[in-house]
């Protein structure tokens, strides 16, 4: 996990107006390998092992622990598909961060390999079967994106039941920067326009929109 990262890093347990310090036991490269995340407020602690941060709460283990199958993940990975998303996403080059949430983050090494400069954050509950790869950050969520307000350029959101993260991955999202769904319900774009985003694209299962105040 790259130190920078913990400017908008959150406490998952008092929300995203309490930010957290990080307390490293072993940097590589600016890259926090092996440490804790820790809440002012609360005083709970975020383990970071290999490179991820476990923002769960309560944080500690939990039984019968999902992982990711990387081998056959890279079966599925392309640099196409990360190129269209790219695209969808309208980023063309850093600084600043995109957030991956659930499958699409399959596609994190691609992005950072397309997109110059750029950081990505991949989230979601299974992120222990990831490798820690320089420019991907990866945090382990249950629910919610523990991250400050307006913090991120771009969010893509490939999950089962994408509504419940959609109110919170507009919140991190910067004005003018774009939220991508795949797949959407029939209802995303009507949500998303209810929350005052501007829908860019609604088709084929795929729905683009864009927040308030940018181009």
Same mark, same amino acid.
């Given at each position: ?50 490179? !991820? *941060? ?30 269209? +998303?790219?695209?969808? +996403? ?9 957030? !991956? ?7 994190? *090494?691609? +992005? ?10 991949? *989230? ?41 993260? +959609?109110?919170?991955?507009?919140? $991190? ?6 939220? $991508? ?35």
């Amino acid at each position: 996990m790259q130190i920078v990262l913990t400017d908008v890093l959150t406490c998952p347990r008092c929300g995203p107006d309490f930010g957290l310090v990080v307390l490293a036991d072993r940097l590589a490269e600016r890259r926090v390998v092996q440490g804790s995340l820790g809440c002012a407020n609360c005083r709970e602690m975020y383990p970071i092992d290999q490179g !991820l *941060a476990d923002l769960r709460f309560p944080p500690g283990p939990r039984p019968d622990p999902r992982t990711v199958d990387v081998t056959a993940e890279a079966e599925e990975r392309s640099p196409e598909e990360a190129l269209r +998303l790219a695209a969808l +996403l309208g980023v063309t080059g850093g600084p600043g961060l995109i957030l !991956l949430v659930g499958s699409s983050t399959r596609l994190a *090494a691609e +992005l950072v390999g397309i997109v110059p400069d750029i950081g990505i954050v991949a *989230a979601g509950p299974d992120m222990a079967g990831r490798e820690d790869v320089p420019g991907i950050n990866r945090i382990q969520v249950e629910s919610g994106l523990p991250l400050r307000s307006r913090s991120v350029r771009g969010v893509a959101v490939a999950v089962p039941d994408p509504e419940a993260y +959609l109110a919170e991955a507009v919140r $991190v999202l910067l004005p003018g920067g774009r939220i $991508v769904i795949e797949p959407a319900p029939a209802e995303t774009a009507d949500r998303l326009r209810a929350m005052s985003l501007n829908v860019l694209l609604e088709q084929d299962g795929v729905v683009v929109a864009s927040a308030t105040g940018g181009g």
